[in-house]
T-cell receptor, first 113, second 113 residues
Framework: AQSVTQLGSHVSVSEGALVLLRCNYSSSVPPYLFWYVQYPNQGLQLLLKYTSAATLVKGINGFEAEFKKSETSFHLTKPSAHMSDAAEYFCAVHSGGYQKVTFGTGTKLQVIP | KAGVTQTPRYLIKTRGQQVTLSCSPISGHRSVSWYQQTPGQGLQFLFEYFSETQRNKGNFPGRFSGRQFSNSRSEMNVSTLELGDSALYLC????????????FGSGTQLSVL
């Protein structure tokens, strides 16, 4: 079984401040982990993916995430928020094989000027 | 390469009607997944097709069905529509499915009145 929990359905940060979006997962096997972003009226697009090659994963638009097995976490960070980062962010887990990808409930990021 | 195309973009139906949504994956992609997105429930997995075979199915009633054609295009059908079926329906494709990156379409926004 696999599941994802995203803490905080809404997060607000000031422009230039650190962005931290939290994700905890549950998986019976070493998982693949993803962060996707959804801009208004659009589908989701991949920010980054963890595949066990490295615990710190760098993605697009300056985002990165760190895999911490002991904490079963995969939090998303960005050092300095930009107005264009305002969107909804989804963490997802896949436990291998042909299982489905399970998404978290999403976190809406608001960036305050 | 053209992205994932979903048609129509918007649909308005009344309770009891049925609806068919279409998804054309990226050329060469054989896996197509469908998701229902609502504000309260987030992204809920409907089903996944690979080479015309349903490989995974989520926890939705039998009113929700799908199929995939030999050219990998996919359709989903919802019969006897209910108010609660109002949602954004997203289609995603990938070359083989599994833990690969998903490419999403912009979705079909279904409103049931």
């Amino acid at each position: 079984a696999q599941s994802v929990t995203q803490l905080g359905s809404h997060v607000s940060v000031s422009e230039g401040a650190l962005v931290l979006l939290r994700c905890n997962y549950s998986s019976s096997v070493p998982p693949y982990l993803f962060w996707y972003v959804q801009y208004p009226n659009q589908g989701l697009q991949l920010l980054l993916k963890y595949t066990s090659a490295a615990t710190l994963v760098k993605g697009i638009n300056g985002f990165e995430a760190e895999f911490k097995k002991s904490e079963t976490s995969f939090h998303l960070t960005k050092p300095s928020a930009h107005m264009s980062d305002a969107a909804e962010y989804f963490c997802a887990v896949h436990s291998g094989g042909y299982q489905k990808v399970t998404f978290g409930t999403g976190t809406k990021l608001q960036v305050i000027p | 390469k053209a992205g994932v195309t979903q048609t129509p973009r918007y649909l308005i139906k009344t309770r009891g009607q049925q609806v068919t949504l279409s998804c054309s994956p990226i050329s060469g992609h054989r896996s197509v997944s469908w998701y229902q997105q609502t504000p309260g429930q987030g992204l809920q997995f409907l089903f996944e097709y690979f080479s015309e075979t349903q490989r995974n199915k989520g926890n939705f009633p039998g009113r929700f069905s799908g199929r995939q054609f030999s050219n990998s295009r996919s359709e989903m059908n919802v019969s006897t529509l209910e108010l609660g079926d109002s949602a954004l329906y997203l289609c995603a494709s990938s070359p083989l499915g599994g833990g690969e990156k998903l490419f999403f379409g912009s979705g079909t926004q279904l409103s049931v009145l």
